[in-house]
């Protein structure tokens, strides 16, 4: 969504910018695992449908997508591309029209030097805080494979609870309600989180 597109999170261990089309050879590159595909449910494309794909998230309104950068890395190194700094990225889905309120969340580390080192917590975590305070969102859920253990357990330590499990699809839904308590919680958790404007004066070319 254009929403987001001139905005940056700055975290602890990662940052989050806007999905351009300066990220997408190294996006095409990741895709190219069998194991991200299955993980992501996603199908091959070629580099030119990556593209084309790239354009439509920024356009369409029921998605908020944002490339999570490697903070150490981003910070560390003046000047890099943050081609060079890529770990992942993290989506919110808008798809339920009968209740605005719900986001689908869903996080990728892909760079496998960066898993297991919180990256993907904390970029839920920041996630959740541009839903809850820029987009109005009271419900979270996700889905995941039953086999991927690490992301269930990632998920319950942020309080989603299990909901549904789906033998068909061979995953489980979990979800967080934002109570007020959970509201507090997600905002003492991100209290470090800063919104920066994303290469002020500069567009994303068409």
Not at 15 to 29: G, N
Not at 33 to 52: I, V
Not at 94 to 108: A, F, H
């Amino acid at each position: 969504m254009r929403l987001n597109q001139n905005i940056l999170l700055l975290g602890k261990k990662v940052v989050l910018v806007p999905y351009t089309s300066e990220h997408v050879p190294r996006y095409h590159e990741w895709m190219k695992s069998e194991e991200l595909r299955r993980l992501t449910a996603s199908e091959p494309l070629t580099l030119e449908q990556e593209y084309a794909m790239q354009r439509s998230w920024r356009e369409d309104t029921d998605k908020c997508t944002f490339i999570v950068l490697d903070a150490e890395k981003w910070q560390t190194q003046p000047g890099t591309s943050e081609e060079s700094c890529m770990a992942g990225d993290v989506n919110l889905f808008l798809t339920d029209l009968g209740d605005p309120s719900l986001g689908e969340i869903e996080v990728m580390i892909a760079e496998p030097s960066c898993r297991g080192q919180g990256l993907g917590t904390e970029a839920v975590l920041m996630m959740m805080l541009y839903g809850v305070t820029r987009l109005g969102l009271t419900k979270f859920e996700v889905k995941i494979g039953q086999g991927n253990e690490p992301s269930i357990r990632m998920f319950q330590k942020l309080h989603f609870e299990q909901v549904a499990v789906s033998s068909v699809f061979q995953e489980v839904t979990l979800r967080l309600m934002m109570s007020e308590l959970e509201r507090q919680w997600l905002l003492e958790k991100t209290s470090h989180v800063q919104e920066k404007p994303y290469r002020e004066g500069a567009s994303e070319p068409c």
